[in-house]
């Protein structure tokens, strides 16, 4: 029992960090190359995960190959236009200028039905509301409305806006974050004399607290205080 | 750039290793292989004494690459090596003539499985 513990962990571990390195496309959207490469991992860890009696560097030694090859390929794709193409395919448009495009969609073999669902669930019920719709490499439908039946944007009734920056947390869980402080030119003590004006003497009793870039203070204390 | 240099560097020390392992197995399979004919040989004669000497080694030198094996070789193809010398020595003590040169033989075609199966050749990729 302790054997498959100490086996689970190290797979486990060794799989995390496959997939950390294989980067952070990886979580949201895989590429048909990176999905098949996911699936083997996992199964390739689970293998010798539950076999006592597969030496472990059988299941070590292709995870970290496909690894390889992964970054390879991506390594590949980034430099080469042609690679990507061939590796994930390329974008189709199957809306033009309003108009379906049925042998982008007979080639994606995608149906009517199918992007009518996927118009819908992006908000455009209505198909002449389209200019364009792109079917991703990722399987994503992007779609562009025409212009006119678009949000309006401040940009089109020429209303200024102000900037609006990140607001960035300086105290996160009861903890200081010194790095963002220091970011923002600010230190401790100017957070502490602001968090006194509030009430709170401790910032191990504020759950969050951030500075947008108005400089105003936003904060929420503890419900039970340290 | 530096992780794909680093994983490159990485499958080189897998290939290097993974011949340089293929090598020390095979050589070692072999080695045990060659031990087989002469007890063999003693067991024919009923020289039951040299029989078992032999097999004793033969159970001390597979002891010694045994650990090693581990790392690399399926558990179950090490065990059976194992079950093979630990039933010819019973049958030696017993002066089983039949038994113990069956086992023998099956004992040398699990090393010659092991020996074609860690072989780098088109069949065993496919």
Redesign the interface.
Known sequence: MLVIFVRTFILYSVVVLTMR?MGKRQIGQLEPFELVIAIMIAELATIPMED????L??GL?PI??L??IQ??IS?LSLKSLWFRSIMDGSPSIVVRNGKIQEKELYNARFNLNELIEQLRTKGYANISDVEYAILETSGDLSVIPKSQKRAVTPGDLKIDTQYEGLPIPLVIDGLIQTKNLNMVNLDESWLKLELQKFGIDRPDDVLIASLDTQGKLYFQSRDHKK | MKLLAGLTILMIVFVVFGIHTQQQILGLASDMQEMVPNISREINNENWDAARNDTARLLEQWNEIQDRWDLFIVHSEIEQVELYIARILSYLSSEDKAAALAELAALNTQLSHIYRKEMFNVQNIF
Request: hydrophobic letters at 65%.
């Open positions: 390195l006592r009696g597969i030496p560097i059988n030694v970290m190959t690894l390889f970054v390879l390594f």
